[in-house]
């Protein structure tokens, strides 16, 4: 057995004891029942696997459970065919391999109970305690929650609220999802499909938030077998394919295990393979792939101070890929994760990426909040037997950021719709970046937030008086978008009065500020905003004001605005800097303060976010193709998405200027994982030259997609 799968915190499907047979496990089930003195043999491998987190756990109360829920549950069949008892112990033997506590898996055990049999919460209360009862209920509701695109968002919100105040009511739940996906194959294709789109679009992104990565990386790799199948048996194919070739990995792995041993740290190397979709994503972004990019070596250390130990002696033996480096020990990620990244170059200049972390830290990496126990017991005492708050609310030091953000929300949000519109838009987000205040703090964004965003995730709803930022020492617009390890400073205006303008929901990308932007303009409906407005005169960002003026169709040199008819006639008539829309896009506008008219792309995020929020589009075309055709300048933002290589910077300023476009602003991110994004604000003799434009950037070696941006690109 291999030193993986001996560790605790591996993900499920990779440890070295084999999947349980239901079916097996089903006759022993229906065995009836068993001596109070004895463990019924249907949960051994629960027993196991919690013994081998918590030895000294009291099995008892797991035994009374599993006999309540196989009384009550007897004479019920699921549609694969097993005795439906199969199903809550498949789920706890999850939650007991990630290291759930043991009133975790009491409750997972009795979790179908309440709403599926004649038991009553009375009846759990009084068997099993106040805390089991709030978790089976938690449970309870949220299976009454419809999840796809026609839920009901004061039910949601119920529902969701009821799991932030105990984490552990959704990692039951998603361990429920996850046992439910593995035995999929039993429905209709097209049940199979929706289950999947929901477990995507939902469940997926809330493991992600909780940090149980464990459950959601098999999650992703069993939605992508039923959605994508072909592209999966492609992926199965390389996944095979390499492991029957000589992986480089191993020799790698063996170096990094001599140069630690030399340096007296103990430590384990392990080769950590890759998941379906990780492979799909990397093969997608690099085209070809290498030996090295099946898996990763991850390095085990006893302290955080090894940790670091470790990264030095493989930066001094090793040569490092330095733009692969990330300290989410120093700085953890928004869902508690902590971990040292880098990348070393071996021998005949294979690349491996490297992870370095406690055993500690391994183990929230993989179980997130389940790997935290319960978080409402301390000192060793019973949480069923504390007193709760007077106010209902339970404090939980363990709860991660996103989930106390959310209770924030719901306090926040005026409707239901608002708070289920908000939401959504955040799960949707893959990505989250840590920007660092000039106080010393850290926040935690959703990748492409703004300074308005960061004002509000810091002030909350001062930031209604914000006025501007500095961005790593540089003043900035509040419609700056920030970048990961961006050091911000926000800008407050000291008139009380101020307040914001509509145009500042074009920029925000978080619930908390869009929410507190959306509550103060029903507030004020007269549209009072203060002197400012928003953008401040004395201390206005001059850096980046030629950018934002021109992505708004103002001030354009050597060239004209180009008309737009709208169904507002006399209204003044401006291009959202948002999106930057060129004919001949499909647009639409809306109006803002002051009777004007900002025209969006119809694609543009904004567009959907102002309709959700119930504001009237206003209609909006083109006028004239001659009147526009080879006369005017346009402006617009493109991203141009390649691997990092030399010159490249270099070839791509040199296909812009042969396709006589001019580059206004230009923004170069940090590599990743030897990727780099370049945004472009660039302005077009022609917007009919904007295909061609982005076909001669596409045929630069190393550029694998060029698409049209969001957001204007910052100045230099």
């Given at each position: 057995m291999s030193a993986e799968a001996t560790n605790p915190g591996a993900?499920?499907?990779?440890?070295?004891?084999?999947?349980?047979?239901?079916?097996?496990?089903?006759?022993?089930?229906?065995?009836?029942?068993?001596?109070?003195?004895?463990?019924?043999?249907?949960?051994?491998?629960?027993?196991?696997?919690?013994?081998?987190?918590?030895?000294?756990?009291?099995?008892?109360?797991?035994?009374?459970?599993?006999?309540?829920?196989?009384?009550?549950h007897r004479g019920q069949m699921r549609k694969s065919g097993e005795p439906y008892i199969t199903h809550p112990l498949a789920v706890t033997l999850i939650l007991a391999e990630l290291g759930a506590e043991t009133t975790t898996l009491t409750a997972s055990l009795l979790h179908d109970t309440v709403e599926?049999?004649?038991?009553?919460?009375?009846?759990?209360?009084?068997?099993?305690?106040?805390?089991?009862?709030?978790?089976?209920?938690?449970?309870?509701?949220l299976e009454k929650v419809d999840y796809?695109?026609?839920?009901?968002?004061?039910?949601?919100?119920?529902?969701?609220?009821?799991?932030?105040?105990?984490?552990r009511v959704m990692s039951i739940k998603l361990a429920d999802r996850l046992h439910n996906m593995r035995t999929l194959g039993v429905m209709r294709p097209e049940k199979q499909a929706r289950i999947a789109k929901v477990t995507r679009d939902v469940l997926i992104p809330l493991a992600e938030r909780l940090g149980v990565q464990a459950l959601k990386t098999e999650l992703e790799d069993l939605v992508f077998a039923i959605l994508h199948p072909q592209e999966y048996e492609r992926t199965q194919a390389l996944i095979t394919a390499w492991a029957d070739a000589q992986d480089p990995l191993t020799e790698i792995a063996e170096g990094v295990r001599s140069t630690l041993r030399e340096a007296g740290i103990s430590a384990e190397v392990l080769i950590r393979p890759r998941h379906f979709v990780s492979v799909h994503r990397v093969r997608i972004k690099r085209g070809e792939m290498r030996g090295t990019d099946f898996g990763r070596l991850l390095v085990l250390v006893g302290e955080d101070a090894d940790c670091y130990a470790v990264l030095g002696e493989l930066h001094t033996c090793f040569t490092p890929v330095i733009s692969e480096f990330k300290d989410f020990i120093a700085a953890p990620k928004f869902n508690l994760y902590q971990s040292l990244h880098t990348a070393v170059v071996g021998p005949e200049g294979a690349v491996a990426e490297v992870l370095i972390r406690t055993h500690r830290m391994h183990k929230v990496a993989e179980a997130g909040v389940v790997a935290l126990g319960n978080p409402y017991t301390q000192d060793g005492t019973n949480a069923a037997h504390q007193a709760e708050p007077a106010d209902g609310e339970r404090a939980d030091p363990t709860r991660p950021g996103w989930l106390s953000?959310?209770?924030?929300?719901?306090?926040?949000?005026?409707?239901?719709?608002?708070?289920?519109?908000?939401?959504?838009?955040?799960?949707?987000?893959?990505?989250?970046?840590?920007?660092?205040?000039?106080?010393?703090?850290?926040?935690?964004?959703?990748?492409?937030?703004?300074?308005?965003?960061a004002a509000y995730a810091q002030y909350g709803e001062e930031a209604h008086g914000s006025i501007g930022a500095r961005v790593n020492g540089r003043l900035a617009t509040l419609s700056t978008v920030l970048n990961d390890g961006d050091t911000v400073q926000l800008l407050?205006?000291?008139?009380?009065?101020?307040?914001?303008?509509?145009?500042?929901?074009?920029?925000?990308?978080?619930?908390?500020?869009?929410?507190?932007?959306?509550?103060?303009?029903?507030?004020?409906?007269?549209?009072?905003?203060?002197?400012?407005?928003?953008?401040?005169?004395?201390?206005?960002?001059?850096?980046?004001?030629p950018s934002e003026e021109a992505a708004n169709g103002r001030g354009r040199p050597g060239g004209r605005t180009p008309s737009v008819d709208v169904d507002t006639p006399g209204a003044p008539v401006r291009l959202a800097g948002c999106c930057t829309p060129v004919p001949p896009d499909a647009i639409v506008g809306f109006t803002v303060r002051g009777g004007a008219v900002t025209v969006?792309?119809?694609?543009?995020?904004?567009?959907?976010?102002?309709?959700?929020?119930g504001r009237a589009a206003v209609g909006a075309r083109w006028n004239d193709p001659g009147e526009w055709s080879g006369t005017?300048?346009?402006?617009?933002?493109?991203?141009?998405?390649?691997?990092?290589?030399?010159?490249?910077?270099?070839?791509?300023?040199?296909?812009?200027?042969?396709?006589?476009?001019?580059?206004?602003?230009?923004?170069?991110?940090?590599?990743?994982?030897?990727?780099?994004?370049?945004?472009?604000?660039?302005?077009?003799?022609?917007?009919?030259g904007l295909p061609g434009l982005m076909r001669a950037m596409r045929d630069v070696p190393g550029v694998y997609d060029v698409s049209r941006a969001q957001q204007p690109a910052a100045t230099g």
């Open positions: 993900p499920l499907r990779k440890r070295g004891r084999p999947r349980i047979d239901l079916r097996r496990l089903g006759r022993v089930a229906l065995l009836g029942p068993v001596s109070r003195d004895r463990l019924p043999d249907a949960i051994g491998h629960v027993a196991e696997a919690h013994r081998a987190h918590h030895p000294d756990a009291d099995l008892d109360i797991l035994r009374r459970a599993y006999v309540l829920a196989e009384s009550s599926d049999t004649d038991v009553t919460l009375d009846q759990v209360r009084e068997q099993f305690g106040d805390e089991v009862c709030y978790l089976v209920d938690g449970v309870t509701k796809g695109a026609a839920a009901e968002p004061e039910t949601f919100r119920k529902m969701l609220v009821a799991t932030g105040n105990d984490v953000r959310l209770l924030d929300w719901q306090e926040s949000a005026t409707d239901s719709d608002t708070f289920w519109t908000t939401l959504r838009a955040d799960l949707a987000q893959d990505r989250e970046i840590t920007v660092f205040r000039t106080d010393g703090g850290t926040l935690g964004l959703p990748a492409g937030a703004s300074c308005a965003d407050l205006a000291q008139d009380a009065s101020s307040g914001p303008s509509p145009e500042w929901l074009d920029h925000v990308r978080t619930p908390a500020a869009r929410i507190a932007i959306t509550a103060w303009l029903d507030a004020h409906p007269d549209g009072a905003q203060g002197a400012h407005g928003g953008r401040p005169d004395a201390e206005r960002p001059q850096a980046a004001q969006h792309r119809e694609e543009c995020p904004a567009v959907a976010r102002m309709r959700a929020l005017a300048d346009y402006r617009v933002t493109l991203v141009a998405e390649s691997f990092g290589r030399p010159r490249l910077l270099a070839d791509l300023t040199e296909a812009i200027a042969t396709a006589e476009a001019a580059i206004v602003a230009a923004t170069v991110e940090p590599p990743s994982e030897q990727r780099v994004r370049h945004t472009y604000t660039l302005q077009l003799p022609d917007a009919a």
